[in-house]
């Protein structure tokens, strides 16, 4: 399939890698037991794959994923639905549901994920924004070696501080991500100084990578995305929220309307791949970690700084790699391209996308339109040329992408 140095360069990695392999196996039949228990549980059958239409009143499946995604995450309620358009909204839905005006929002991880930067908004921009509708918003920036600045924080907590904002995974910023013991310390400091806070994770990229997840360790409210780790690639849309039952509640009160909450909605067709999703995801998510395993592994070989290292702790699914030259970024990102089963045919370029600086490429051949937890790739064209890589549903498909990446950038010349 590939040269005898490529397949050399891969054969060397992976006798690297195999003990880190054994790890990661070991987190999948743990949180493949967890997912099961919880079906059994809930005794899961047939009939909860029905779906609903128009109000969706009664719908067993509907309320019975709630309990089961509750279970797995070791949370009090849950709401999964596919009428959350994607993992912002999802966040969104669950930080308007407990904020009123006058209340603080202070992220203690930084500058948060590009996309929610608008929900976060400014004073009167008129947007209907968090900071529009009048809730106040602060942030504390990581330290220089990426770990959380304790003292800021604890003299950053007032008594107008409602919510803590915790961002799990480092996103696409050249940072650390918060492992889950991390989350559990900043949770138990914040609420030593303020009991009364809730303390809030954006989990995206994180579940199941991980023996346990935040809210099983202190964290009052989380969001995730199901086109994301626990839509398990089958998951058409849609997003959770889990977390402590009035929290939930207020949340749900700010998807649909207050009163009606999560009684109603239909599930129409989504339901029978919202929960195989969820059966397959802790083993899909193993393969995408392996697959970044293996990448870090091989550009690490070849002397490209990678982050995480591949025998680093993982919380997330995602890898970067740190380019020499622009011409390396491209051609890794078409590289990753080139090996997908969908859109194989057509040539990612970079393009300025509306609210980056830079122009950006992206590799996504996906089966969900803009599906992440399937092998992808983007990097924002300027210095220190950076791509960021995460997914893939097979082990082989991470693998055969990074190969051809190799390939195409060995043709090109770009390889001693
Ligand atoms: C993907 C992601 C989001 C937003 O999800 P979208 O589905 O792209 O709206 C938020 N935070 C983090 C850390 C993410 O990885």
Not at 14 to 37: A, C, H, L, S
Not at 122 to 134: E, I, Y
Request: hydrophobic residues 40%; proline residues 4%.
């Amino acid at each position: 399939m590939f040269n005898e140095r490529i397949t050399a360069w891969m054969e060397l990695a992976e006798q690297r890698i195999e003990g880190k392999f054994k790890e990661v196996e070991r987190i999948i039949d743990q949180n493949q037991w967890k997912v099961i228990r919880a079906f059994q549980k809930h005794k899961v059958s047939d009939y909860h794959f029905a779906g609903s239409t128009g109000y969706g009143y009664n719908d067993r499946g509907r309320e019975v994923l709630d309990l089961v995604y509750a279970d797995v995450f070791g949370a009090e309620a849950a709401l999964v639905r596919p009428h959350f358009v994607s993992g912002t909204h999802t966040i969104s839905t669950a930080l308007f549901g407990v904020l009123r005006p006058g209340d603080e929002l202070l992220m203690i991880t930084g500058r948060p994920y590009d996309t929610l930067h608008k929900v976060i908004g400014h004073p009167q921009d008129g947007k209907g924004s968090l900071q529009d509708w009048g809730i106040i918003y602060n942030e504390v920036a990581l330290l220089e070696d990426g770990s959380p600045d304790y003292e800021t924080i604890g003299s950053s907590i007032t008594t107008r501080t409602k919510v803590i904002g915790i961002q799990r995974s480092r996103g696409y910023s050249w940072r650390s991500s918060f492992n889950v013991s991390q989350i559990e310390e900043m949770t138990r400091f914040v609420k030593e100084l303020k009991s009364d806070v809730i303390v809030f994770v954006d989990n995206c990229y994180g579940e199941f990578t991980e023996l346990q997840e935040p809210t099983e360790v202190g964290v009052d409210l989380m969001a995730g995305s199901l086109i994301k780790n626990p839509g398990g690639g089958l998951a058409a849309t849609g997003g959770y929220i889990v977390g402590k039952h009035k929290y939930v509640e207020l949340a749900s009160f700010r998807l649909t309307a207050p009163g009606i909450g999560g009684e109603v909605g239909a599930m129409l067709d989504t339901t029978r791949g919202i929960y195989q999703g969820l059966f397959l995801a802790p083993h899909l998510v193993g393969q995408a970690v392996k697959g970044s395993i293996f990448a870090a592994a091989v550009f690490e070989q070849l002397g490209f700084v990678t982050h995480p290292h591949w025998n680093d702790k993982r919380t997330d699914l995602i890898q970067a790699i740190k380019f020499t030259s622009a011409e390396h970024l491209i051609a890794f990102v078409q590289g990753i391209q080139q090996a997908s089963a969908i859109d194989a045919h057509v040539v990612p370029e970079p393009w300025a996308m509306p609210g980056y600086e830079h122009p950006v490429i992206m590799a996504a051949g996906t089966f969900i339109q803009g599906g992440s937890l399937e092998l992808s790739a983007d990097a924002p064209i300027r210095e220190p040329y950076i791509a960021y890589m995460q997914g893939g549903l097979t082990y082989s498909h991470c693998k055969l992408g990074v190969l051809t990446a190799l390939s195409s950038m060995m043709e090109q010349g770009l390889l001693k």
